[in-house]
């Protein structure tokens, strides 16, 4: 089992990696797994762009939904951003990151699945 420390420097790396040429957005969620109520940590990278106006962060499990959504300032806004979705239920999650412009076009989308278990539960 690693360390927390171990865990933390490879977060410290990944969080400092710079995003790969024409990703608009990237996206990561913790826990990936978990055990129910839990608190859903989605971090998102944002490329600098004139057109970034609106960021939307979404979990959904088909009986459990949130959502949230960041005001950007194009260029001028922060190149990262931090949700926590709380006491999420137990579910598989469709977790999803969405960069719009001004006109509401898609500039990017990211994806993930998280899987929260019911304690003495199938699921």
């Known amino acids: 089992m690693l360390s927390r420390r171990t865990w933390f420097a490879a977060l410290l790396l990944t969080a400092a990696l710079p995003l790969e040429a024409g990703q608009a957005i990237t996206m990561t969620v913790s826990p990936r797994q978990s055990l129910a109520p839990t608190n859903l940590s989605v971090r998102l990278r944002i490329q600098p762009d004139a057109d970034n106006r609106v960021l939307?962060?979404?979990?959904?499990?088909?009986?459990?939904?949130?959502?949230?959504?960041?005001?950007?300032?194009?260029?001028?806004?922060?190149?990262?951003?931090?949700?926590?979705?709380?006491?999420?239920?137990?579910?598989?999650?469709?977790?999803?990151?969405?960069?719009?412009?001004?006109?509401?076009?898609?500039?990017?989308?990211?994806?993930?699945?998280?899987?929260?278990f019911g304690v003495g539960t199938d699921n």
């Open 56 to 116: 939307q962060v979404v979990a959904d499990s088909g009986g459990f939904y949130r959502s949230s959504e960041i005001s950007l300032d194009g260029e001028r806004s922060a190149r990262s951003a931090v949700v926590e979705f709380r006491n999420v239920p137990s579910g598989e999650y469709e977790v999803y990151g969405v960069l719009l412009d001004a006109a509401g076009r898609e500039r990017g989308r990211v994806h993930e699945t998280a899987f929260v």
